[in-house]
């Protein structure tokens, strides 16, 4: 037999025992704690716990989402306040004009970052490879080769040549002279 | 006649006849606590009256001794009232009062853990009880011979020890729906939780019980 099945059929057949109480005088002795209870009585039925629960749960989303929305506004005043106050502190360095920052700064500083941040990412050009691609290709197009430049060269060009002499009479003059 | 507004089915006990009986209840349980709530302080009486033998058995079956049943049950009905406007018009009344006297027997049991000097005796009962030691009737079988009804007896009190030894959930879930007679879904409600939670408590209670009584229970056969 199911151990289950057999504590459900011995447990109806052995029934708890009796609580040996006087009914009466049980209930006497609450009734009396009950009368004694200060404080307000019983507070009213209050309806709106019968509300549904989604009822609730829309309410506890709805303000959840006031609360994010919120928090985000915050930020970006806080972000802006950090912005205008940062000016302020670079105007009194003489950084930037103190006239760039009369106005509504707070309420159009984050917009004008933004605009900005738009305009510089618009405006980024390629990598300097790239630039270094497209100046060969049109140095390619016009026929010109550019000119090679090493920085240890050493074969010296006429010119240098003639230089390095100038120096050695201009040295050996001096060291007539001073003799 | 039966009243019109009959709705809801409980299970209520009765004192006198030791059995748990599932009873239709009426809304007359929700009038009686408008009735409170409106300020007749008196009508409580009928709730005390109708109630008080599921209470007493409830704490009685969690805490094992007629005393600290008597004052969790009390303590309860009293803690019903503080917050019977809390009560929600299409709940049972047993249920919550139900779950009151859980909260109320654990609170118990940790104040009797508190006190050291106090021992806790399992299935004590009411002093005018000669048959102490156990939480249930002993029904002895006239055909039974004598060494039956003894083992029988043995087990009636080994039984009481170890629903008294299981962790407090375990034996809550386990009192409430094989001794009480609680569907799962009811005893859920009254332990606030879920229906899985009060199985897999019976479950390992189940475990416990077969575990302690091996040799009772090879006896009859399990």
Redesign the interface.
């Known amino acids: 037999m199911d151990v289950a099945v057999w504590f459900r059929t011995w447990l109806h057949q052995h029934p708890l025992k009796d609580p040996a109480v006087d009914r009466a005088h049980y209930t006497a002795e609450i009734m009396a704690r009950v009368r004694a209870v200060h404080g307000p009585a019983p507070v009213a039925s209050r309806p709106w716990l019968q509300i549904p629960r989604i009822v609730f749960a829309s309410a506890a989303v709805a303000a959840g989402i006031a609360v994010t929305i919120g928090t985000t506004q915050l930020s970006h005043q806080r972000l802006a306040a950090r912005v205008v106050r940062d000016s302020h502190l670079l105007a009194s360095l003489g950084e930037v004009d103190p006239e760039l920052l009369a106005g509504d700064e707070i309420s159009t500083l984050p917009q004008e970052a933004e605009t900005i941040d738009t305009l510089q990412l618009a405006e980024t050009g390629p990598s300097d490879e790239q630039w270094l691609k497209q100046t060969l290709q049109l140095l390619d197009q016009v026929n010109e080769s550019p000119t090679e430049v090493s920085p240890v060269n050493d074969s010296h060009t006429p010119s240098d040549e003639n230089w390095l002499n100038e120096l050695e009479m201009l040295d050996e003059h001096e060291f007539s002279s001073s003799s | 006649m039966q009243p019109a507004a009959l709705q809801a089915k409980t299970y209520d006990t009765h004192?006198e006849s030791?059995?748990?009986l599932p009873v239709v209840m009426a809304d007359s349980d929700m009038d009686t606590i408008?009735a409170?709530?409106?300020?007749d302080?008196?009508r409580?009486?009928e709730l005390?009256?109708k109630y008080?033998?599921l209470a007493?058995?409830l704490a009685?079956?969690l805490l094992g001794n007629?005393e600290d049943?008597?004052d969790a049950s009390?303590e309860a009905?009293?803690n019903a009232?503080?917050?019977?406007?809390?009560?929600?018009?299409?709940a049972r009344f047993s249920t919550w009062l139900y779950r009151i006297v859980v909260n109320e027997c654990k609170d118990a049991r940790r104040h009797r853990a508190r006190q050291p000097m106090v021992v806790a005796a399992v299935g004590e009962?009411?002093p005018?009880?000669q048959d102490s030691g156990?939480?249930?009737?002993?029904?002895d079988d006239p055909a039974a011979s004598p060494s039956d009804q003894l083992a029988n007896r043995e087990l009636?009190h080994r039984?009481s020890e170890a629903i008294a030894e299981l962790p407090m959930k375990q034996r809550t879930a386990f009192v409430l729906h094989?001794?009480h007679g609680l569907p799962l879904a009811e005893a859920a409600e009254v332990m606030g939780c879920r229906v899985g939670t009060v199985k897999a408590h019976?479950f390992r209670a189940?475990e416990h019980?077969?575990d302690t009584l091996r040799p009772w229970?090879a006896r009859?056969?399990?």
């Open positions: 004192l030791n059995v748990i408008r409170v709530l409106s300020g302080v008196n409580y009486a005390v009256d008080q033998g007493l058995r009685f079956s007629y049943a008597r009390q009905f009293v009232y503080r917050s019977l406007g809390r009560f929600r018009a299409g009962a009411a005018d009880d156990s939480l249930f009737v002993d029904v009636s039984l094989h001794v019976i189940t019980l077969q229970l009859e056969g399990v």
